[in-house]
């Protein structure tokens, strides 16, 4: 069981907005910042989002991540076929001294 | 363009001794840490823990804590993930990244570093 909780899959259509939770505890998510990777099929992790709302040069702005209390939450408009993967978020964590995960959230594009 | 290349996939029988590896190229690999994270079948991402090739620190997470062992050589830009008794559990896929942050704005601590870039990926599988 992952110490951060997500929703195991959600779905849109095509130009549809999209967001993705992401709930931890005052030890990770309340007191460090969020970064989210996104994993397509058969392929290993990207950085998508780093320090809770940050994109990496080449990451579309179709992409925004927000950070509340002990949440955080990605969001995706303008929903695209090639935006169909695997999404995991990820924080350090106080109390493990380590980085926690949450267990992922598939997104299928309809 | 940096780049982190692991070593091919991986088959063996459980009790065997495996050692797999990552080769960065494109940065200042020994300076940089190295993060090994675990990926079940159809499971999410595992923290393993962490080395830093110039002095060869490390660290475990608690659930891998003395069940592998995390080190470095920086004369060859090569991190490694190795076990000495492999267990059918330890079937996964073994990804390793370096550890970045903006040690000037974000602070460095390691909360304040993400992984970026990802290597592409070791399949171990271990049979019974």
């Known amino acids: 069981q992952s110490v951060l909780a997500q929703p195991p899959s959600t779905s849109g259509t095509p130009g549809q907005r999209v967001t993705i939770s992401c709930s931890g505890s005052?030890?990770?998510?309340?007191?460090?910042?969020v970064n989210w990777y996104q994993q397509l099929p058969g392929a290993a992790p990207k950085l998508l989002m780093y320090?809770?709302?940050e994109r990496p040069s080449g990451v579309p702005d179709r992409f925004s991540g927000s950070k509340s209390g002990t949440s955080a939450s990605l969001a995706i408009s303008g929903l695209q076929s090639e935006d169909e993967a695997d999404y995991h978020c990820?924080?350090?964590?106080?109390?493990?001294?380590?980085?926690?995960f949450g267990g992922g959230t598939k997104l299928t594009v309809l | 363009e940096v780049q982190l290349v692991q070593s091919g996939a991986e088959v063996k029988k459980s009790g065997e001794s495996l050692k797999i590896s990552c080769t960065g190229s494109?940065?200042?690999?020994?300076?940089?840490?190295i993060a090994w994270v675990r990926q079940r079948p159809g499971e999410g991402l595992e923290w393993i823990g962490i080395?830093?090739?110039?002095?060869?620190?490390?660290r475990y997470s608690p659930s891998f804590q003395g069940r592998v062992t995390i080190s470095a050589d920086k004369s060859i830009n090569t991190a490694y993930l190795q076990w000495s008794g492999l267990q059918a559990s330890d079937t996964a896929m073994y990804y390793c990244?370096?550890?970045?942050?903006?040690?000037?704005?974000?602070?460095?601590?390691?909360?304040?570093?993400?992984?970026?870039?990802w290597g592409q990926g070791t399949q171990v599988t271990v049979s019974p």
């Open positions: 990244a370096r550890l970045l942050g903006d040690c000037a704005r974000l602070g460095c601590s390691f909360g304040a570093h993400w992984f970026d870039p």
């Open positions: 494109g940065y200042n690999f020994f300076g940089h840490w």
């Open positions: 080395t830093y090739p110039d002095d060869s620190q490390t």
């Open positions: 005052s030890s990770n998510i309340g007191s460090k910042a």
């Open positions: 320090n809770n709302n």
């Open positions: 990820a924080a350090w964590d106080d109390s493990l001294n380590g980085w926690v």
